[in-house]
T-cell receptor, first 115, second 109 residues
Framework: EPEVTQTPSHQVTQMGQEVILRCVPI?????FYWYRQILGQKVEFLVS????????KSEIFDDQFSVERPDGSNFTLKIRSTKLEDSAMYFC?????????????FGEGSRLTVL | GQSLEQPSEVTAVEGAIVQINCTYQ??????LSWYQQHDGGAPTFLSY????GLEETGRFSSFLSRSDSYGYLLLQELQMKDSASYFC??????????FGSGTQLTVLP
C-alpha cells in the first residue's frame, strides 16, 4: 500500500541552525502539506502546496519557513534559523486530486529537537 | 478563526460503546473529519461528514449537526487497540484543516 515517507525520523540541532525535513508523498497525489505537533498538543496546519506553489499557509509559517518540491518525488520543509519553540513533530501529508473529504495521508513524522 | 473543542480524556471498558464529542466554531465550514493517532505516530483518517446525519464505517460512526456546530465519533465494540488519541478536524477548506485538541481514549480490559 502506498505511503508517505519522511526523513529523518529524528533530528537534533542547535538553535540558529538550518534544518531541512524531507518527504516523499504518495505518487499520484497532487496536494502536499506540512503539519506540526508540539509534544502533547494538537496537530497544527503549517502549509499546503499545489501545482508547485504554496496554496495556503498559517500564521505559524513565517519567513523562517519555506517549502520546495525540488524534483518529481520529494517535498521539503526548510527552517532557516531554528528556535527552541520549533521543537516538535513535523508531519508531511498528501491528498488526492479533487478530494474534499479532509482525507489526508500522513507520514510517520520527523521529530525535531532544538537545543 | 477556527476552534474545535473536544474532551481531553475518555475511559471505557472493552466491548463497550463510547462517544467522543466535538463542538466547533469556524468561519466557513467544509465538513468534519476524524483522525486516530497512536502514541504520537501518523494520524490516520477515520471518517468525514459533509452533511448532517450519521456516517457508518464498520465499528466507527460519525455524526454531524451543522445547525448545532456539533459532531461526534461513536466507537462500538471497543477493543484494546482502540486506545489512542482521536482528533476532530474541520475548517473552511479541506486543504487547511484545523484540528481539535484531541481526546485520549483509554480502553480497559
Amino acid at each position: 500500500e502506498p505511503e508517505v515517507t519522511q526523513t529523518p525520523s529524528h533530528q537534533v540541532t542547535q538553535m540558529g541552525q538550518e534544518v531541512i525535513l524531507r518527504c516523499v508523498p504518495i505518487s499520484n497525489h497532487l496536494y502536499f502539506y506540512w503539519y506540526r505537533q508540539i509534544l502533547g498538543q494538537k496537530v497544527e496546519f503549517l502549509v499546503s502546496f499545489y501545482n508547485n506553489e504554496i496554496s495556503e499557509k498559517s500564521e505559524i509559517f513565517d519567513d523562517q519557513f519555506s517549502v520546495e518540491r525540488p524534483d518529481g518525488s520529494n517535498f521539503t520543509l526548510k527552517i532557516r534559523s531554528t528556535k527552541l519553540e520549533d521543537s516538535a513533530m513535523y508531519f508531511c501529508a498528501s491528498s488526492r486530486q479533487g478530494s474534499n473529504t479532509g482525507e489526508l495521508f500522513f507520514g510517520e513524522g520527523s521529530r525535531l529537537t532544538v537545543l | 478563526g477556527q476552534s474545535l473543542e473536544q474532551p481531553s480524556e475518555v475511559t471505557a471498558v472493552e466491548g463497550a460503546i463510547v462517544q467522543i464529542n466535538c463542538t466547533y466554531q469556524t468561519s466557513g465550514f467544509y465538513g468534519l473529519s476524524w483522525y486516530q493517532q497512536h502514541d504520537g505516530g501518523a494520524p490516520t483518517f477515520l471518517s468525514y461528514n459533509a452533511l448532517d446525519g450519521l456516517e457508518e464505517t464498520g465499528r466507527f460512526s460519525s455524526f454531524l449537526s451543522r445547525s448545532d456546530s456539533y459532531g461526534y465519533l461513536l466507537l462500538q465494540e471497543l477493543q484494546m487497540k482502540d486506545s489512542a488519541s482521536y482528533f476532530c478536524a474541520g475548517g473552511g477548506s479541506a486543504r487547511q484543516l484545523t484540528f481539535g485538541s484531541g481526546t485520549q481514549l483509554t480502553v480497559l480490559p
